[in-house]
């Protein structure tokens, strides 16, 4: 069985100020995990995976997720946040073909960033 | 710009119907996605097609259906439509099976109103 659990379903904080969106996985084969973000009124991006090798992933635009395997954790971080980062934020886990090839999405992270 | 397209954009219908949401993957994808975001179910994974088959099947309802076509777009039917079906509905498409992980690309989704 898998499952992602989104540990925050909202989080506010303030411009320039560090923000952690937590997410547990629950997965019992090798797992791919992902982030997406969704900003308003669009679908949905791919911000950074994990797939394999290096734990700590990071994207363009400054967020980073360290894989954890001990505490089943892919949390996603960034040091400094801009009011454009204001969207919702998916954790997702994909299994490969031969375990039922399916993507289950965590229930999202509604980041605001205030000015 | 994903290269997924969807239409269309909006559809309002009433309980009882049947609808039909059409899907055009990236020029050269070969695999659709179709996902159910809904405020009370958050993001479902609901079935995948690769080059015209069915190769994955999540939590689809059996008054759902869809199928992909030669020209590989996707069509997601949706029939005896109830209330709880008002959802954005999202595609995405990838290269290939997802085995060996192909990043999905989504389109902008089609939001689904039954009154």
């Known amino acids: 069985a898998q499952s992602v659990t989104q540990l925050d379903s909202q989080v506010p904080v303030f411009e320039e100020a560090p923000v952690e969106l937590r997410c547990n996985y629950s997965?019992?084969?090798?797992?791919?995990l992902f982030w997406y973000v969704q900003y308003p009124n669009q679908g949905l991006q791919l911000l950074l995976k994990?797939?394999?090798?290096?734990?700590l992933v990071e994207s363009i635009n400054g967020f980073e997720a360290e894989f954890n395997k001990s505490q089943t954790s892919f949390h996603l971080r960034k040091p400094s946040v801009h009011i454009s980062d204001t969207a919702e934020y998916f954790c997702?886990?994909?299994?490969?073909?031969?375990?039922?090839?399916?993507?289950?999405f965590g229930a999202g992270t509604r980041l605001t960033v205030k000015p | 710009d994903s290269g997924v397209t969807q239409t269309p954009k909006h559809l309002i219908t009433a309980t009882g119907q049947r609808v039909t949401l059409r899907c055009s993957p990236r020029?050269?994808?070969?695999?659709v996605y179709w996902y159910q975001q809904s405020l009370d179910q958050g993001l479902q994974f609901l079935i995948q097609?690769?080059?015209?088959?069915?190769?994955a099947k999540g939590n689809i309802l059996e008054r759902f259906s869809a199928q992909q076509f030669p020209d590989l777009h996707s069509e997601l039917n949706l029939s005896s439509l109830e209330l709880g079906d008002s959802a954005l509905y999202f595609c995405?498409?990838?290269?290939?099976?997802?085995?060996?992980?192909?990043?999905?690309?989504f389109g902008p989704g089609t939001r689904l109103t039954v009154l």
């Open positions: 097609y690769y080059n015209g088959e069915e190769r």
């Open positions: 995405a498409s990838s290269v290939g099976l997802a085995g060996d992980y192909n990043e999905q690309f």
């Open positions: 020029s050269g994808d070969l695999s």
């Open positions: 997965s019992s084969v090798s797992v791919y």
């Open positions: 997702a886990n994909h299994h490969p073909v031969q375990y039922n090839n399916d993507m289950r």
């Open positions: 994990y797939l394999s090798g290096s734990t």
